[in-house]
């Protein structure tokens, strides 16, 4: 068996279990760290290739606007209830109902 007493070889894989242990506690702190981030990355991916797919194409990002001054008023969007409704005379005809007791 050599020079080698069973203290040594004993020692030795002691020794080889407590990197290995020590190792894999590393990786878990750190992938915890880490987690968030991926998960980010990983759903912005996936979002970005989602609305690829559906043929939506987000607004560019607008430049900061000059500062507004004292008084002045800016209508970014008009609201839904103002804009033009459409034609509703071929939408068919009123029905009267009454109630029963």
């Keep these: 068996m050599g020079d080698y007493s069973p203290n040594v070889k004993n020692n030795t894989f002691l ?45 560019p990002k607008q430049k900061r606007q000059r500062k507004q001054k004292e008084g002045e008023i800016i209508i970014d969007k008009v609201p839904d209830s103002i804009k033009k409704k459409g034609d509703t005379s071929n939408l068919g005809e009123y029905v009267d109902y009454e109630e029963i007791d």
């Design 15 to 59: 020794k080889t279990i407590l990197i290995i242990i020590l190792a894999l506690l590393a990786l878990r702190i750190i992938f915890r760290i880490a987690r968030p981030y991926i998960m980010r990355f990983i759903m912005r991916k996936l979002e970005r290739k989602m609305n690829a797919s559906m043929g939506f194409n987000p607004p």
